[in-house]
């Protein structure tokens, strides 16, 4: 999922359970466009190749991502900055307080989004009427 803050989604994709997060997060950056104003890209270590970090830097974006631990060449990154990150995590627990999001009952993907989708709106409805 690429969100642009903890209350809107640009992008996601559904995989399969025993999926890596990395492919399908180089189909979402591709999926994207950079706007003006956007500049970083926060990802997690999952994201931390050296073939998506440049990826990411030719649609014009500063990644900002942690290198693993074992590293040998590790990278400086903005610490404050990746700190923000915790938008998305916060994201996917509102969604999850919808039952049918995390028990995914539903076998056919195109019934599982379709509730991702009404999901969202709902989040969406319940932060505005509370704001």
Do not use: C
């Amino acid at each position: 999922m690429v969100t642009a803050s903890d209350r809107s989604v640009i992008a996601f994709t559904l995989s399969g359970g025993n999926a890596h997060d990395a492919p399908e997060g180089e189909l979402l950056i591709d999926s994207i466009e950079r706007m003006p104003e956007q500049v970083y890209i926060l990802m997690d270590r999952a994201y931390e190749g050296e073939k998506m970090r440049s990826k990411v830097i030719e649609k014009g974006f500063v990644p900002i991502v942690p290198p693993k631990s074992n590293r040998k060449q590790p990278w400086e990154y903005n610490k404050e900055l990746y700190k923000q990150r915790n938008e998305i995590e916060r994201y996917f627990l509102r969604l999850k307080r919808f039952r049918k999001v995390f028990t995914r009952y539903d076998k056919l993907d195109v019934i599982y989004t379709g509730f991702i989708f009404f999901a969202m709106i709902a989040d969406a409805v319940i932060s505005v009427n509370t704001l």
